[in-house]
């Protein structure tokens, strides 16, 4: 083989247990957001510079609540605080899996590509010479078709 990025293997059972524990680690947050990627898109997000901006504001509110209008809902300030406090070290780690997880599914993703890609030529070199090879062949010689382009025409 020509490539080889990643070599392992995740018994099934494995496997099935990061997916019980990943359905676990859901159903303990009911409150995760369905908001849509435009949505999200238009929110104002803290980010790494204004988390210091956050802290700091919440150490002014709890030392002097007396400022703040009286229809600010203090409570869910506080809810807020707390839970984005506490979701941040999750949501890091999560971060740093998924990162790890797409880097390796997309390795092991295009080993196994490379790898079919020789097993493919050998089909291709010998499709005449061993029976049943032609008819893969042609199988599979359809996913490198070209279809022909067609002319533009330009009206003058």
Avoid: C, W
């Avoid at 209008?69 to 406090?85: C, G, S």
């Avoid at 949501?91 to 493919?120: P, R």
């Avoid at 008819?135 to 003058?156: G, M, R």
Wanted: hydrophobic share 40%; aromatic share 10%; proline share 6%.
């Amino acid at each position: 083989m020509v490539q080889n990025l990643i070599s392992a293997t995740l018994p099934a059972a494995d496997a099935a247990e990061v997916q019980q524990s990943l359905t676990a680690a859901k159903d303990k947050m009911p409150f995760l957001s369905t908001l849509q990627k435009s949505e999200v898109n238009t929110l104002f997000k803290p980010g790494n510079a204004y988390l210091p901006f956050v802290d700091q504001i919440y150490q002014v509110f709890e030392t002097h609540p007396e400022i703040l209008p009286a229809i600010f809902d203090k409570e869910e300030f506080i809810r807020d605080y707390q839970l984005f406090k506490t979701l941040s070290p999750i949501f890091n780690q999560i971060t740093e899996l998924m990162e790890g997880v797409k880097k390796t599914y997309t390795a092991v993703g295009s080993d196994t590509l490379v790898s079919s890609l020789e097993v493919y030529a050998s089909i291709k070199q010998n499709k005449d010479k061993i029976p049943g090879l032609s008819a893969i062949y042609e199988q599979l010689s359809v996913f490198f078709k070209k279809t022909k382009a067609k002319p533009d025409t330009v009206t003058k």
